[in-house]
């Protein structure tokens, strides 16, 4: 999948993820997925815990019909939300009011700190008491790793001229993809109201350096979340989990 081009780390993360989930929970549970895209995670969510449902939430109709199109299989487990995490309307329209579990993987690095704390605020109520919320981002450190070292730079100059060339040139061939098939044709509109822009999208909003883990653990105290500890890492990427 061409994500791996810059994403090298995504199989290990989302497999860090699903092992924090089954280490925890036994039986059914029910996890929120935050900025699901087209359910890369909530896919290996429901195939890894055959009694797990997911209510997945995405800004991005296009990525959510995608997403339910694909994981069609799933549709009695599976809830697909249209809403914007920055709003703070936006827990309004989910179908449930209490998960288990909320996950996210790369995909809160989008929002500014403030939008960040704002989401823990609004996401601790809605996470059931000895619940999880496990977050596998680019979460730099803003503390310096020893004497004479600097923080963590920006991931990006580390992935390689040429596997962002390689991101590029396979993400304008999706999307151009989308763009021609006419059962897209209404998402592509509603889209386009929603997050008015070029085809392929463009990044114009968020953080150019994502807020750090140091600013996360301290979101999550200030919303009431008993602990945070970090379940996996690598380079910048890490799996941050707090516990409800």
């Known amino acids: 999948m061409f994500l791996e081009?810059?994403?090298?780390?995504?199989?290990?993360?989302?497999?860090?993820?699903?092992?924090?989930?089954?280490?925890?929970?036994?039986?059914p549970f029910t996890v929120l997925d935050l900025g699901s895209g087209p359910g890369t995670l909530t896919a290996r969510v429901l195939g890894h815990f055959p009694s797990s449902r997911v209510v997945a939430v995405d800004t991005d109709p296009v990525l959510l019909r995608i997403g339910g199109a694909a994981l069609h299989r799933y549709r009695r487990r599976t809830a697909w939300v249209l809403a914007d995490l920055r709003e703070k309307s936006w827990s309004s329209a989910l179908p449930a009011r209490r998960f288990d579990a909320a996950v996210s993987s790369l995909a809160l690095h989008w929002l500014k700190e403030d939008e960040i704390r704002a989401l823990y605020r609004g996401l601790r109520p809605l996470v059931r008491s000895g619940g999880l919320l496990v977050n596998g981002d680019y979460l730099p450190s803003s503390q310096p790793k020893g004497p004479g070292r600097t923080v963590e730079r920006h991931w990006e100059p580390e992935r390689g001229r040429a596997g962002l060339r390689a991101f590029r040139t396979e993400w304008e061939r999706w999307?151009?993809?989308?763009?021609?098939?006419?059962?897209?044709?209404?998402?592509?509109?509603?889209?386009?109201v929603r997050m008015p822009g070029k085809i392929p999208p463009r990044r114009t909003t968020g953080p150019r350096i994502p807020v750090s883990l140091e600013a996360h653990e301290q979101a999550l105290r200030d919303a009431g979340f008993r602990e945070s500890t970090v379940g996996w890492r690598d380079r910048g990427f890490r799996i941050l989990i707090g516990a409800r």
């Open 175 to 192: 999307w151009g993809a989308v763009a021609k098939e006419p059962s897209m044709r209404d998402v592509l509109q509603e889209r386009q």
């Open 5 to 27: 081009t810059v994403d090298p780390t995504r199989a290990e993360r989302v497999g860090g993820i699903l092992q924090v989930l089954g280490g925890h929970f036994r039986g």
